[in-house]
């Protein structure tokens, strides 16, 4: 956490769109846990420059991407909507991933 500023992902300025790099992937069977797992990330990650976004199958695809194009570096999701993110290679990569 000490250094969180120098690995965080890049944000987007003034409206403009990133691709999503995160540097942690978690990825969930269930939607429920994932949201759960989501929620505990968004606790230890309180204050710090690190950004969890959570996606998952049963909501709209376009309120999700949306999430993914303002950056991020904890990424945590179902297998199904992983799959269909890693299809759009402008919206997400996992280069950064360690």
Do not use: H, W
Request: charged share 20%; glycine share 8%; net charge positive.
């Amino acid at each position: 956490m000490g250094k969180a500023k120098v690995i965080c992902a890049k944000r987007p300025v003034m409206g403009a769109s990133v691709r999503a790099e995160p540097i942690i992937v978690i990825i969930a069977p269930t939607r429920e846990l994932a949201v759960q797992i989501f929620n505990d990330a968004r606790r230890f990650t309180y204050r710090s420059m690190l950004r969890p976004v959570v996606v998952y199958g049963g909501t709209p695809v376009a309120q999700q991407a949306a999430e993914l194009k303002r950056g991020c570096d904890i990424l945590i999701g179902t297998p199904g909507r992983l799959l269909d993110f890693m299809q759009q290679p402008t919206l997400l990569s996992f280069r950064r991933v360690q």
